[in-house]
């Protein structure tokens, strides 16, 4: 949807004012692939369980999306805040199209850009920048979620090689990556390592049936004996704070990727109130359809300044984690709630797959799932507060 | 080879658009500005022959201050400067003088090739590109769906009605495209923050030697005397198919030269 008179009048407290003219005409670029490369098709693809990611990636990649954040090796150095325009109106098309950009540029790329040899950033960046190569992320697995530190994934060490045995689970992207992120164990702790996919032993399987980012593909990967070279670590990826700071680039991104998803629910459910007749007149103009329309907004409004102040320190180095996690358990869980009443205004048609509303509650579903549950944010935030940890 | 890509801001031809009640002239002030669509074109055609010939590609617009931001996102495409002729006197300039400040800053740029978009949205003559090849006397290829360039040879294929013409010439030349011509790159993220960097000149009137009073409303050579809304749609005729729908809709399809 074209930025109409819905959305604009969304932003009832101007805060289009607060970003400079370079972060909206970033948002600008995004929105306008968005509007004809994504939206038109969209829904289709997310029926069918099956998006065209390589293509996608492509286009992504020529304007400089992938790893924008990043600095160097065909990365675009933009700043944080326009990072999060643009995560913005991708999720606004779909979350599964975010998460595809996501884990390219936050998780995979990001790894690589802060933990990688000069050799794997050479290798791999430029590729990955420009959507030639895409990248996958593995730390969960089947057995191990919200506790990544107990993973059962090895590496060992086999003369100056290095062997992965395990098995990544729900890993967006790999089904099509030509690189993956894996995190494993050996004696010393959590290491990466930069695996082509194409490594004997590595194998990727699509996970069918989701009901929730379906546009997005997610795969199992098995770790037969993987045999790689030890300029395949990581070498400064030690511990679990390495997956972890990747983890909050992504989060941060997800701060402001919900709000694209419960913007573009909103405009819709706006429009339709004020088309809608019931009793002889729109539905917009029950005072009840107004309150939800109304308290919608205003979450809106306050998650975004939420997602911009995280931005503004993100781009001054002062955001910390916690930040994050108190931005990606707020945004999210508003917007999953601003989903499901935006469903409720359009009635039946909330339920059909001819309006994005359920499309998005339903994806929103794992968005808040994943990059750290609800309640796990809960925890990081209660831990800051008590300063008693709750996890262990 | 230099070429010197022609960008005017126009009001967003999706959107409500009128002229001014005043002097008739295009209201600017309450339109979403935007760039040319055709000129988009332009800029992407330039931008290839660079990718491929080497030289310099020259934004230049002639239009109010507001035209800097559109000066800015066509940088953000890829051309590497702009120039900027903005002078208050320039208001209401017919397409006469239009053509003839364009003109002006072109020879002080001398490039080897002028392209620009077939028509504007808001104007819609269609004759800038020839009146400033004529003015500069040099030769204009107007209305490309291709453009070819061999050393100093340029080979269009120009649109018509019924197809298209091959024409040729030596540079330098006025070449003007339609939107077959090519599609037009998205900016990208660095083309955007390296746009805020590229030098744009900005020049008045007196800058290029041309006196107030050859342009603007007072220099017109045409004026609008009178304008108004379209008037609203008449409602359509109704064919009732008694077995004989399929010659009826001939009939009028005849009758309004369709076919
Ligand atoms: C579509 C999709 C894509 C994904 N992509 C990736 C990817 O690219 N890479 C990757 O590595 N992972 C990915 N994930 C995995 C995701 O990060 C995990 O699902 C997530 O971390 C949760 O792990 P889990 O599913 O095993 O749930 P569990 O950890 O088993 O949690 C189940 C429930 O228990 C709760 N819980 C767990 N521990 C506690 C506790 N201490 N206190 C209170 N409650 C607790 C959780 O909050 C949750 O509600 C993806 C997931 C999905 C759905």
């Given at each position: 949807?074209?930025?109409?008179?819905?959305?604009?009048?969304?932003?009832?407290?101007?805060?289009?004012?607060?970003?400079?003219?370079e972060e909206?005409q970033i948002?600008?670029v995004v929105?306008?692939m968005?509007?004809?490369r994504?939206?038109?098709?969209?829904?289709?693809?997310?029926?069918?369980?099956?998006?065209?990611v390589r293509e996608l990636i492509k286009q992504f990649g020529s304007i400089g999306l992938l790893g924008m954040h990043l600095t160097g090796y065909g990365c675009a150095g933009a700043s944080a805040v326009a990072y999060g325009l643009a995560c913005?109106?991708l999720?606004?098309?779909?979350?599964?199209?975010r998460?595809m950009v996501s884990v390219q540029g936050s998780l995979a790329m990001y790894a690589i850009w802060r933990y990688g040899s000069e050799e794997q950033k050479r290798a791999w960046l430029p590729a990955m920048a420009s959507g030639e190569a895409i990248g996958c992320f593995?730390?969960?697995?089947?057995?191990?979620?919200?506790?990544?530190?107990?993973?059962?994934?090895?590496?060992?060490?086999?003369?100056?090689?290095?062997?992965?045995?395990?098995?990544?689970?729900?890993?967006?992207n790999?089904?099509v990556a030509d690189v993956a992120v894996?995190?494993?164990?050996?004696?010393?702790?959590?290491?990466g390592?930069v695996v082509p996919t194409?490594?004997?032993?590595?194998?990727?399987?699509?996970?069918?049936?989701?009901?929730?980012?379906?546009?997005?593909?997610?795969?199992?990967?098995?770790?037969?004996?993987?045999?790689?070279?030890?300029s395949a670590?990581l070498p400064e990826g030690?511990?679990?704070?390495?997956?972890?700071?990747c983890?909050?680039q992504a989060?941060?991104g997800?701060?402001?990727?919900?709000?694209?998803?419960?913007?573009?629910?909103?405009?819709?459910?706006?429009?339709?109130?004020?088309?809608?007749?019931?009793?002889?007149?729109?539905?917009?103009?029950?005072?009840?359809?107004?309150?939800?329309?109304?308290?919608?907004?205003?979450?809106?409004?306050?998650?975004?300044?939420?997602?911009?102040?995280?931005?503004?320190?993100a781009d001054?180095?002062?955001?910390?984690?916690?930040?994050?996690?108190?931005?990606?358990?707020?945004?999210?869980?508003?917007?999953?709630?601003?989903?499901?009443?935006?469903?409720?205004?359009?009635?039946?048609?909330?339920?059909?797959?001819?309006?994005?509303?359920?499309?998005?509650?339903?994806?929103?579903?794992?968005?808040?799932?994943?990059?750290?549950?609800?309640?796990?944010?809960?925890?990081?935030?209660?831990?800051?507060?008590?300063?008693?940890?709750?996890?262990? | 080879?230099?070429?010197?890509?022609?960008?005017?801001?126009?009001?967003?031809?999706?959107?409500?658009?009128?002229?001014?009640?005043?002097?008739?002239?295009?209201?600017?002030?309450?339109?979403?500005?935007?760039?040319?669509?055709?000129?988009?074109?332009?800029?992407?055609?330039?931008l290839k022959?660079q990718e491929?010939?080497?030289?310099?590609?020259?934004?230049?617009?002639?239009?109010?201050?507001?035209?800097?931001?559109?000066?800015?996102?066509?940088l953000s495409m890829g051309p590497d400067?702009?120039?900027?002729?903005?002078?208050?006197?320039?208001?209401?300039?017919?397409?006469?003088?239009?053509?003839?400040?364009?003109?002006?800053?072109?020879?002080?740029?001398?490039?080897?090739?002028?392209?620009?978009?077939?028509?504007?949205?808001?104007?819609?003559?269609?004759?800038?590109?020839?009146?400033?090849?004529?003015?500069?006397?040099?030769?204009?290829?107007?209305?490309?769906?291709?453009?070819?360039?061999?050393?100093?040879?340029?080979?269009?294929?120009?649109?018509?009605?019924?197809?298209?013409?091959?024409?040729?010439?030596?540079?330098?030349?006025?070449?003007?495209?339609?939107?077959?011509?090519?599609?037009?790159r998205y900016p990208s993220f660095k083309g955007i923050m390296a746009a805020k960097k590229k030098?744009?000149?900005?020049?008045?009137?007196?800058?290029?030697?041309?006196?107030?009073?050859?342009?603007?409303?007072?220099?017109?050579?045409?004026?609008?005397?009178?304008?108004?809304?379209?008037?609203?749609?008449?409602?359509?005729?109704?064919?009732?198919?008694?077995?004989?729908?399929?010659?009826?809709?001939?009939?009028?399809?005849?009758?309004?030269?369709?076919?």
């Amino acid at each position: 949807m074209t930025p109409g008179v819905a959305m604009t009048s969304l932003d009832l407290l101007d805060l289009d004012s607060l970003h400079s003219d370079e972060e909206r005409q970033i948002r600008d670029v995004v929105r306008r692939m968005v509007d004809e490369r994504v939206r038109p098709f969209v829904a289709g693809w997310y029926e069918d369980g099956e998006a065209p990611v390589r293509e996608l990636i492509k286009q992504f990649g020529s304007i400089g999306l992938l790893g924008m954040h990043l600095t160097g090796y065909g990365c675009a150095g933009a700043s944080a805040v326009a990072y999060g325009l643009a995560c913005l109106e991708l999720e606004a098309a779909d979350s599964g199209v975010r998460s595809m950009v996501s884990v390219q540029g936050s998780l995979a790329m990001y790894a690589i850009w802060r933990y990688g040899s000069e050799e794997q950033k050479r290798a791999w960046l430029p590729a990955m920048a420009s959507g030639e190569a895409i990248g996958c992320f593995g730390l969960t697995e089947p057995d191990h979620g919200s506790d990544p530190a107990s993973m059962a994934t090895r590496a060992r060490r086999d003369g100056d090689d290095w062997i992965l045995s395990g098995g990544k689970m729900w890993i967006t992207n790999a089904p099509v990556a030509d690189v993956a992120v894996i995190w494993a164990r050996d004696p010393e702790g959590i290491r990466g390592f930069v695996v082509p996919t194409d490594t004997p032993g590595f194998t990727a399987r699509e996970i069918r049936h989701k009901m929730s980012l379906r546009a997005s593909a997610t795969g199992e990967i098995v770790l037969d004996d993987v045999r790689l070279p030890d300029s395949a670590r990581l070498p400064e990826g030690r511990g679990l704070r390495a997956p972890l700071s990747c983890l909050t680039q992504a989060r941060y991104g997800i701060v402001w990727g919900a709000l694209g998803a419960a913007r573009d629910c909103l405009s819709v459910a706006l429009d339709y109130a004020v088309s809608r007749e019931q009793f002889g007149r729109p539905i917009a103009g029950f005072q009840l359809t107004q309150a939800k329309l109304a308290d919608m907004a205003l979450e809106l409004q306050k998650g975004y300044l939420l997602a911009l102040h995280l931005g503004r320190r993100a781009d001054a180095g002062s955001m910390t984690p916690e930040q994050v996690s108190v931005g990606k358990l707020n945004n999210v869980r508003e917007a999953i709630a601003i989903a499901r009443q935006c469903r409720t205004i359009l009635g039946a048609n909330g339920i059909s797959g001819e309006y994005p509303i359920l499309r998005h509650a339903n994806n929103l579903e794992s968005v808040l799932t994943y990059e750290g549950t609800s309640e796990i944010h809960q925890l990081v935030v209660g831990q800051k507060l008590t300063g008693l940890s709750a996890f262990s | 080879m230099n070429i010197v890509v022609l960008v005017k801001q126009v009001p967003d031809s999706g959107s409500e658009r009128g002229l001014s009640a005043d002097d008739k002239t295009v209201d600017r002030g309450s339109a979403n500005n935007v760039i040319n669509e055709m000129d988009e074109y332009a800029i992407e055609e330039a931008l290839k022959i660079q990718e491929a010939h080497g030289g310099e590609v020259t934004v230049l617009t002639v239009g109010p201050q507001q035209a800097a931001e559109s000066i800015r996102k066509a940088l953000s495409m890829g051309p590497d400067k702009a120039m900027h002729v903005v002078d208050d006197a320039l208001h209401g300039s017919c397409a006469l003088a239009t053509s003839k400040v364009l003109a002006a800053a072109i020879g002080r740029l001398s490039p080897d090739l002028v392209i620009s978009g077939a028509e504007s949205t808001d104007g819609r003559v269609q004759v800038i590109p020839h009146m400033i090849a004529e003015r500069l006397g040099i030769a204009a290829l107007t209305g490309a769906r291709k453009l070819v360039v061999d050393g100093a040879t340029l080979t269009v294929e120009r649109q018509t009605d019924e197809g298209y013409e091959v024409v040729t010439a030596a540079t330098p030349a006025v070449v003007s495209v339609w939107d077959t011509i090519n599609e037009p790159r998205y900016p990208s993220f660095k083309g955007i923050m390296a746009a805020k960097k590229k030098p744009v000149e900005t020049l008045s009137l007196a800058d290029l030697g041309i006196a107030a009073d050859e342009v603007g409303l007072s220099g017109a050579s045409s004026a609008v005397v009178e304008a108004g809304k379209r008037p609203p749609r008449q409602g359509g005729t109704k064919v009732t198919d008694e077995g004989d729908g399929g010659v009826k809709l001939v009939e009028f399809l005849a009758s309004e030269k369709f076919v």
